[in-house]
């Protein structure tokens, strides 16, 4: 397949009228440049007046460099071709790139043909697909849908016709779409309009007409007249440009369909009325028999690659020389090798004819340069550079480029031809003279590693040896690497390739074994961590496995030193990944999660701080009561110890340890837990810790409430003493729904069952898959009794029985409101027994049940229960002041809801009274009538209670009057503690936090009296069981303070030590890294007199902390003042042309010096009298051996200087060799400005010589030289 270079158009003339003066012109000035200076116009040339430039410049498309992969054996190919005005994309800077070439890529993918793209000489786009029939079809409707500009017309064919266009099932539409390459709408049955709209090419377009004009001719009831007329004569009568047909339907009023010259047939469809369709038919009959009575042929040959000269444009080549001589030419098809070009028509207007096909075909010729293939793209240059010069002088040259071939073709006019012909072989020759290639073989493995990352190697060896280098992509699996340019180059870049390469082979590569997890640890977020671990052994490649593939394999590639050691570093980090993943579970009852998290997170994030650990907590509408710790193992033990404390102290919470052997814990634990689930669940929900598996301990820890904890003991060691003696297991099963009714209320059925036989039964939980299985362990008899038990239950069950009850309409209500929520806990309860009441509005008492024949009698004692409940519920009325109603609702009513749930009561509180302190106005009169006269005096007991303080409890009698003893048991009572006032705001804490941690922890209000009242009485008020917690705490925060107040005192103690101010600097430290050490390491603090406070004495350093560490303090400055009372300080002379360099970057060098010889080295500031004098402090011995160095470093460094500045010398041009004699700037002759110019000095207010942007300008004012 060849590339195609498409050039840019700019005119010959423009050229040689706009560069060559130019040129000229700057070859004179630079003769006269000794002598004299330059005329104003030789110095700045006036902008050419040539309009032309104008209407022949293009838009420049660069070098096709698109690889389109070679011709397969195909079933078809067809050529298209896109005329420049109608392509879609014709201002591309580069062909084959951007949006087209995505188009045609599509194309293929859906299509499945293949698509080859050229560039003709008047820019049209050659389109050539192959592939099966229907791919190239549906190919080139999409090439014609998104490559050509697309133009529409309507044809208007009467509606009936319309199906007939269609065809069965769309068929016909579908096959003259493809055919033509266009869109077909039709309007739809509904639609009254006639009118077909089609779209696609002007080509396209006009084939669809003729089809659509032909079904509808056949269908039409007009006459229609078909006339056998050969292929050759249709050009004379559709006349040059289908004037005469034109002429023809206009007159006669007739409708002719003359096939298009792409459409191989011969008929004239006529349609029209019967006379002027006669007349029409009888006028073309005539021409036809005319011109095959007076024409003759005559055969000529004319190259295949000349035919398109003679076609022409849209074939107006082809219609100006039937309109100028009579005759027609007839050109074979693409697809045909034929060369043969028939003529036809009136003897002696051949001969003209004949002239003007060869002067057409002869305009243009081919010719060939030969150049190396790897040369083509330095011809071509950088994105077209050097091509461009040559077609702005021949903007009609075509030249091509043609893939893996030694050549280059041209065509074009051929007097332009000749000359790009000539330039281009003197280019070839130049490059052979200076260019050259070498090809290397490197192994195809080490090439991403050459290339290094994007392209970091690649690009520096290209910019540096000004070479090529092009190496095979990974899928060739080639190991031949191309380096083309300078010769040199060539060499020097051969060279380095080869040696890394060398080094690569000589490189080592281990696979590193660490764990997935890690890996995105490791490489940190945004890659920091892996970025640093690079930064510290650059050599080595370090590379991670997809995540997808789920490898634990980590590859190092490097030097051998540097890849072990790299090993090592890695090894530890992950050795510390793995120590801070352990991972432990610590149970805590739910209801002490919140005060475990403290307000705001303080006491969980606290606990995270101090212990180094990450510590999960279940969400809050979580069922799970563990929370998890993630750290190092010591830390994680620290922080599970802190969170139980915390636990133990909020709540009578009891810890016991049980010796049971380790063989044991598996088989007391159970499948997946259940059976250690079962025991904790049946005693309150204790905890049970068993110890970790492989650590050999038998203490297994109990934690819960001591009353619980004990009861799980005696479980867990009786479970133990079976398991020990003889265990044995039965598994049966039962529906999900007899589960409850098996268990019976508060577990008294399956209590029973296990007290009578001692087996021991689990339920599934709810989180188990397998929910119908039931387990029985314990000694083989009392488990086969207990499943005999259950077994017998379960079949009673399985008996569905129906029955009925009657309940007094008035209760019916309480039984379904709610949607039902009675009803659906007695299915629950009593194994899914269905209740069902009568409907609303019939006056029936009667409820019928079915279900299980135990179940029912057990649902109708509940019910009636309830019944008894309705019908002995009372009414009590609580009075509590409403200001305590939020206090004893507790957090979202949750107080509340619990006393219903004990109680079985239902609770309601008063509306909130919006103003309830009442206020007393003054009676007043009424129309004259005294207050309260002709009313009834509403009189209210102040003793009484308001109505807004009244709480009313629905129940049975006793069941409200517990409720109500509960309630007001809830309301909180207030006690005063005296504390010191001095400690009320550490009390308080800063922004509050002290004092609502207080709260929070005891579940009480804390209320501290204003600063302007100096009172000592803090109130407590909360519940009576929390107020002692709460006094307590706050004593004994009050103690803590005050031993926090004696030691301030004691931190108090300050020291004052005498010191040089000179040694300040030092005792500080850089960036005050010492004096920071001295106060860390003595928790002290050190103040250094201010320098601008003329008072203080300069030569004091306060220390400030306990006497004892104040002392220590003192001695570690004045060991440092010592220290440097001992240095000594030399000046050592030091070429100031070499400072920067010892220096180094950033100061990293002259660091390195003073960190190595312990001594201090300072510079000269810009502008000292003495810029070389450096001065170096510090011990003796130390001063001596960094001076010897720097001397060391100025001597090295001088050399490099000196010959870089003698280099300079010769950099320098001429004239900077002369006496500096003043500049006369830049000196022009004749200028407007003078006196004695001829030329009058430009006119500022000038709109023509000075246009503004975006206005219309004079016709002469045109871009100087060509468009770039």
Known sequence: MSSVAVLTQESFAEHRSGLVPQQIKVATLNSEEESDPPTYKDAFPPLPEKAACLESAQEPAGAWSNKIRPIKASVITQVFHVPLEERKYKDMNQFGEGEQAKICLEIMQRTGAHLELSLAKDQGLSIMVSGKLDAVMKARKDIVARLQTQASATVTIPKEHHRFVIGKNGEKLQDLELKTATKIQIPRPDDPSNQIKITGTKEGIEKARHEVLLISAEQDKRAVERLEVEKAFHPFIAGPYNRLVGEIMQETGTRINIPPPSVNRTEIVFTGEKEQLAQAVARIKKIYEEKKKKTTTIAVEVKKSQHKYVIGPKGNSLQEILERTGVSVEIPPSDSISETVILRGEPEKLGQALTEVYAKANSFTVSSVSAPSWLHRFIIGKKGQNLAKITQQMPKVHIEFTEGEDKITLEGPTEDVSVAQEQIEGMVKDLINRMDYVEINIDHKFHRHLIGKSGANINRIKDQYKVSVRIPPDSEKSNLIRIEGDPQGVQQAKRELLELASRMENERTKDLIIEQRF??????????????????????????????????????????????????????????????????????????????????????????????????????????????????????????????????????????????????????????????????????????????????????????????????????????????????????????????????????????????????????????????????????????????????????????????????????????????????????????????????????????????????????????????????????????????????????????????????????????????????????????????????????????????????????????????????????????????????????????????????????????????????????????????????????????????????????????????????????????????????????????????????????????????????????????????????????????????????????????????????????????????????????????????????????????????????????????????????????????????????????????????????????????????
């Open 519 to 1268: 890996h995105r640890t490791i490489i940190g977020q945004k890659g920091e961590r892996i970025r640093e671990i690079r930064d510290k052994f650059p050599e080595v490649i370090i590379n991670f496995p997809d995540p997808a593939q789920k490898s634990d394999i980590v590859q190092l590639r490097g030097p051998k030193n540097e890849v072990e050691k790299c090993t090592k570093y890695m090894q530890k980090m992950v050795a510390d990944l793995v120590e801070n993943s352990y991972s432990i579970s610590v149970p805590i009852f739910k209801q002490f999660h919140k005060n475990i998290i403290g307000k705001g997170g303080a006491n969980i994030k606290k606990i995270r701080e101090e212990s180094n650990t990450k510590i999960d907590l279940p969400a809050e509408n979580s069922n799970s009561e563990t929370i998890v710790i993630t750290g190092k193992r010591a830390n994680c033990e620290a922080a599970r110890s802190r969170i139980l404390s915390i636990q133990k102290d909020l709540a009578n919470i009891a810890e016991v340890e049980v010796s049971i052997p380790a063989k044991l814990h598996n088989s007391l634990i159970g499948t997946k837990g259940r059976l250690i689930r079962s025991i904790m669940e049946e005693c309150g929900g204790v905890h049970i810790h068993f110890p970790v598996e492989g650590s050999g301990s038998d203490t297994v820890v109990i934690r819960g409430p001591s009353s619980d904890v004990e009861k799980a003991k005696k479980q867990l060691l009786h479970l133990a003493e079976e398991k020990q003696t003889k265990s044995f297991t039965v598994d049966i099963r039962a529906k999900p729904e007899y589960h409850k009714f098996l268990i019976g209320k508060g577990g008294g059925k399956i209590r029973k069952v296990r007290d009578s036989t001692g087996a021991r039964i689990i339920f599934p939980a709810a989180e188990d898959k397998d929910q119908d299985l039931i387990t029985i362990i314990g000694k083989e008899d009392a488990v086969r009794e207990a499943q005999k038990e259950l077994e017998a239950l379960i079949q009673n069950l399985d008996n569905v029985v129906e029955d009925y009850m009657l309940v007094d309409p008035k209760h019916h209500r309480h039984f379904v409101i709610r949607r039902g929520q009675v009803l659906r806990e007695i299915a629950e309860e009593y194994g899914g027994v269905m209740v069902s009441f009568p409907r609303s509005g019939t006056q029936s008492d009667k409820v019928t049940l079915k279900g299980a024949k135990d179940c029912v009698e057990a649902a109708k004692k509940r019910i009636q229960e309830i019944i008894e409940d309705l019908e002995a519920q009372v009414t009590v009325e609580c009075a509590i002041p409403q200001k305590f109603h939020r206090s004893v609702m507790g957090p979202k009513g949750s107080r509340i809801q619990q006393i219903t749930r004990d109680y079985n009561v239902q609770i309601k509180f008063p509306d909130r009274e919006e103003n309830p302190v009442h206020s007393v106005e003054p009676s007043i009169q009424e129309n004259g009538d005294e207050a309260g006269e002709g009313r009834e005096a509403k009189e209210t007991d102040p003793g009484s209670p308001r109505r807004c303080d009244i709480i009313i409890i629905s129940g049975r009698k006793e069941k409200c009057e517990a409720a109500k003893e509960a309630l007001e048991a809830l309301v909180p009572v207030t006690i005063e503690v005296e504390v010191p006032f001095d400690l009320h705001r550490y009390i308080i804490g800063q922004k509050g936090s002290g004092i609502r941690k207080m709260m929070d922890e005891f579940e009480v209000n804390i209320h501290v009296p204003a600063p302007e009242l100096q009172s000592d009485i803090i109130a407590i008020t909360g519940l009576a069981a929390n107020l002692d917690r709460a006094k307590m705490g706050l004593l004994d925060r009050v103690k803590e303070l005050q031993a926090e107040q004696e030691d301030r005192a004691l931190r108090s103690f300050k020291l004052s030590v005498t010191v040089d101010p000179k040694y300040h600097p030092k005792i500080i430290g850089r960036k005050g890294a010492v004096i920071t050490q001295i106060r860390l390491e003595h928790d002290v603090n050190i103040q250094f007199p201010d320098k601008d406070d003329g008072n203080q004495p300069q030569d004091q350093i306060t220390i400030t902390g306990y006497e004892k560490n104040t002392e220590a303090a003192r001695d570690a400055i004045l060991k440092i003042v010592g220290e440097l009372e001992q240095m000594v300080s030399e000046d050592v002379p030091l070429d100031h042309r070499v400072h920067a360099r010892i220096i180094g970057a950033r100061g990293k060098a002259i660091r390195k010096i003073m960190d190595e010889f312990k001594v201090d080295i300072r510079f000269p500031q810009s502008g000292a009298p003495d810029p070389n004098c450096v001065t170096v402090t510090g011990l003796p011995e130390n001063v001596e051996e960094a001076i010897d160095h720097i001397l060391n470093l100025e001597e090295e460094y001088l050399a490099d200087v000196v010959d870089s500045e003698a280099l300079q010398v010769y950099m320098k041009p001429p004239a900077h060799e002369e006496s500096k004699a003043p500049s006369k700037g830049f000196v022009v002759r004749d200028a407007p400005w003078t006196s004695n110019s001829s030329e009058k000095a430009p006119d500022m207010s000038s709109s023509e010589e000075f246009p503004s942007f975006g206005a219309q300008v004079a016709p002469k004012t045109l871009p100087w030289g060509p468009k770039r």
